[in-house]
């Protein structure tokens, strides 16, 4: 382990229109706002971060797949293929990383497809309902994870 463990962060479909579609549940910050904020606060921790958004479920299964070559952790937020994809789910469960969920909303607040998480199987927490925040909140908890010290 390096003294600043890398973390990938990666983002799945529509999060690259955050800040335009539906802000009254996505909020106005954008994935430039997230990221910015991402990197910030990994700074503070002393991790480095990859930052990646793809609406292409293959491209997040490659992701996943790699991301033990470089990288300490795994934080997703998978958007729409949190509740559909198995490929991506044993995908991360394959990386041996730890894995972080997050989601902008609060899942359990919204349709009922919304509730259940493929994702969630091979995360070690969820993070959800607090926007932006929530991405740091789990930049803080990889960083326990990765450095249990």
């Not at 491209?59 to 070559?69: C, I, T």
């Amino acid at each position: 382990m390096t003294d600043h463990p890398s973390i990938l962060i990666v983002n799945g479909p529509n999060l690259n229109m955050l800040g335009q579609r539906e802000p009254a549940i996505y909020g106005r910050d954008t994935l430039a706002d997230i990221e910015a904020a991402s990197r910030a606060k990994a700074s503070e921790l002393g991790l480095t971060i990859e930052f990646r958004q793809s609406n292409k479920e293959g491209e997040l299964v490659d992701w996943a797949q790699s991301a033990g070559k470089n990288h300490a952790g795994i934080i997703i937020n998978a958007g729409g293929y949190t509740h559909t994809s198995v490929a991506l789910l044993d995908a991360l469960i394959a990386s041996d990383l730890p894995v972080v969920e997050v989601h902008l909303s609060n899942i359990f607040r919204r349709e009922e497809f919304r509730h259940h998480s493929y994702i969630s199987r091979a995360a070690s927490g969820v993070i959800c309902g607090f926007g932006l925040k929530g991405y740091l909140l789990a930049l803080d908890a990889m960083a326990q994870l990765v450095r249990p010290d």
